[in-house]
């Protein structure tokens, strides 16, 4: 049974609502065959895809008659099974893979309808499947719910947000798509002074109207709840209740990433309510889940091999490649992109390819973003439409992104236009040393042109505008966002001496600077603090800890942004 759709170039919240957008499914109460409209309940009501379900012998057989076909790749219709009332099925392609289930609702069931969940790139969401004489799916309608979500949180006092959000909530009563109004609610009831029996009934109103989508929304609706209100310790004895009945919740098949969530969860709730052997406990255990999904994780991501690169072909090329990738670990289209950058990592040698991993607040808040990498951002001005965004020496290439399952083509892709650039000769000669002297980086580093910088045959030429910029690196962060990645690798803390850097004077410049770690992370602590404050990060905060850190040093003509030199060094304890 095949079912096809075809992907849309999404922005990153869209692609967001997309992602709910990418489930189907097929069944009925009594009688299942016929024509069934799947609609998505993610914050509005979105038709997806029209099916018609046939019985073939007893057994039930899918065919698609009309679907969203800018919304998803390629799929292929699986597993398709009725029993009883109860109806599910996959949706797999090169790039998804996507689960419906649903069933008649429990209380007051509706004749012609089944409700449920689709779960699509870990992320699960209510839907409604429904029978239909149409063949065709309506067009996408603006979001009216969200368009209120994101007119309402721009309001700048606490209680006047809360009033508007329930006045939305009591206007939406009953509506699955209320979850974004819920969570932003819980979110500002802290600072908005909402007592905390307000706030338990609001858990337990959203609880009720999650109920006729079956458990699994159910648990997802606790868990969201639980997620919100762990950042402020106010609500701490509701919280860690909540918390408890999500880790009980939990199904012993479980994947390896849910259970860590939940567990971690429970551990902070824990300890904000002050139950200090209830948190030792649930830390015990997050500990040793985190250690098995670190495991886990390095095993199975990249998802395919790498080859290591077998030497330049030219005479004299020479250049290193620095790509600067801007990504976000709330971004859902970074993830190919993230893991084939992690990929080039082990393809080549320091002196062929450096990798500058920038964090931005995009499509949400990040806490690896810092003024720095924002600046950066800014360096590139209109270049920089979103993320994931990439620039090979300065140049944008290689756009777009994807899922998991189209990581292995963007590192083919991006691996080309590496192989590419490698055949050049660096117009800037670049040296770095980099030494930890206590708590403290002492940077030096040199840059010149060379001699055929501007050379008459190829027609290359720098302007007077060179600059030498430095950028403090740590290897690799354990952070699990939204896109649920759980390590970012080469991740730009900083740019010490500024991201303007030095201009060259006659070709040559030089730099001497020593970083102190302690005031860089009390600058990285402030600023993420002050960040919380417009926008609240949805997980903890992972730990500032610098480890394996290295410095790149790298030559920018600032007339066209061409990257004409870099070279990298890893930070080296120094000898007495």
Known sequence: MELSFSRRTPTAWLLATLCLLATTSAQAADEPTGKWKLVILAFGADDLAVVDVQNDDGKPKGVLLDWQKKMIGDVALENLKVEGNAVSFGLKGPAVAIQFAGEPAAENPKEGTLLGTVKFMNEIFPARLEKTQDDKVGEPQPNPIMQDVLKTVREHGPKSRVKKLQELITRNAGAPSSQALYTQLLVAAPEAGVPAAEVDNHVETWLNDAKPYGKTWTDEVRLK???ALTQSKNYAETTLKLAQEADKAVPPDAALGSRVVIVGLLATAAKNAGKADLAKDAEARLAKLEGELDAEYHEKVPPFKTTAFTGRKKAGADRVVVL????????????AVDVAFDALLKTYKSTEFIGLQYHLHIPGPDPLTNTDSIARQNYYGEEIQGTPSTFFNGRADGAGGGPMGASEEKYKELRGLVDELLEKKARVDVKVSAKLEGDKIAITAEAAKTADADSPKTGERTSNRLSLRLALTEESIRYV???????HNHVVRAFPGGPEGKKLVDGKGRVEIK???????RDLEGYLSQAAKERPFPFPLPEIAFKNLSVVAFVQDDADKSILGAATIPVAEATP
């Open 225 to 227: 709840a639980v997620k």
């Open 515 to 521: 970083v102190s770690l302690p005031e860089l992370k």
């Open 324 to 335: 600067e990738l801007f990504t976000g670990a709330q971004c859902p289209p970074c993830i």
């Open 481 to 487: 966002g939204g896109n649920r990645l759980r390590f």
